[in-house]
């Protein structure tokens, strides 16, 4: 393609309009359509609606396309640039191509100094990808994410955004294994795995339907309610997590109180300091 005078030597070439994009085929529009007006029912003002819409056209497709988000401009008379200014705000909105599990470690501060850094790094190189890349035979995409409230059984890894605690380099690679096997894994916390597409629509506000799903997505585990129970003058819980080398060692508890049996040498950044804190607040 040539270019004009003006865009010369600035390595920057118009080329043509993009191309609207194409519909849905017949079939899968109306069956779309319904589910879009039941969505669309829930909200006094339809424009509420988009953020479960775009979770809806991405359990189509495994992420939001352009066709995806032509559908729904139309189904709530916005035009195609108010729905794309939104899909591009909100990172759970994928728009490329992804795995049938998205595998996210959260680096923010604390997971990181954990062990949430070398857990990534070493990712990266076990299943030879970057960040926000897939595995070529489409199981796994992998992505460092913010923080997700778990800082309590720091480092944390999420899968379809359900919770895997206390992580370690090792425990994080048999993981991401067992997933691209098809070996059956359970989050620490919350319902069973189900593939990314499926998440999208339970996102979406459609009923999770398998047996025990919603029976087993529960609440929040011990650690995170130590504060609560101070607050109700309860007897403060065992610790949950040992002690650092060199502190005060209590009595180790009979249980590990975090809801998840991974080893506790998480901090590979430190491996002379592998735990938490040498007490809890409040002991």
């Given amino acids: 393609m040539t270019t004009t005078p003006s865009e010369q030597g600035t390595g920057v070439s118009l080329g043509m309009p993009q191309l609207p994009a194409p519909d ?3 079939d899968v529009r109306a069956r779309l359509e319904v589910d879009a007006k039941e969505v669309i029912a829930r909200y006094p003002g339809s424009r509420s609606a988009l953020l479960p819409l775009l979770h809806l056209v991405q359990s189509e497709e495994g992420h939001v ?5 032509r559908f729904c401009a139309e189904m709530l008379g916005l035009t195609t640039a108010e729905v794309t200014a939104v899909a591009t705000f909100y990172t759970m909105y994928r728009r490329k191509p992804s795995g049938d599990y998205q595998v996210g470690v959260c680096t923010n501060t604390l997971c990181a100094v954990m ?4 857990i990534f790094d070493e990712l990266k190189q076990h299943l030879g990808v970057g960040n926000d890349e897939t595995t070529e035979d489409g199981k796994i995409t992998l992505e460092h994410i913010e923080c997700n409230a778990a800082c ?6 999420m899968v379809n955004w359900e919770f895997f605690d ?10 991401v294994d067992d997933l691209r096997a098809g070996v059956p894994v359970e989050p620490t916390r919350g319902a069973p795995l189900c593939t990314y597409k499926e998440t999208a629509r339970i996102l979406a506000g459609f009923p999770d339907q398998r047996p025990g799903a919603v029976e087993a997505s529960g609440g929040a585990g011990p650690a995170s309610l130590i504060g609560l129970r101070l607050a ?47 007490a809890e607040e409040g002991e």
Avoid: C, I, W
């Avoid at 370690?168 to 690679?173: I, N, Q, R, V």
């Avoid at 502190?247 to 975090?258: I, K, V």
């Fill in 24 to 26: 849905y085929p017949a």
């Fill in 65 to 69: 396309t352009r066709t995806g988000m």
């Fill in 115 to 118: 062990g949430g850094d070398a």
């Fill in 152 to 157: 309590d059984f720091a480092p944390v890894v």
């Fill in 166 to 175: 206390n992580q370690t380099p090792e425990s994080a690679k048999q993981l």
């Fill in 232 to 278: 109700k003058g309860e007897e403060p819980q065992p610790r949950v997590v040992h002690p650092r080398a060199g502190g005060p060692q209590d009595e180790a508890p009979a249980e590990h109180l975090s809801s998840h049996d991974a080893p506790q040498e998480t901090s590979a950044s430190d491996p002379a300091h592998p735990a938490g804190p040498a």
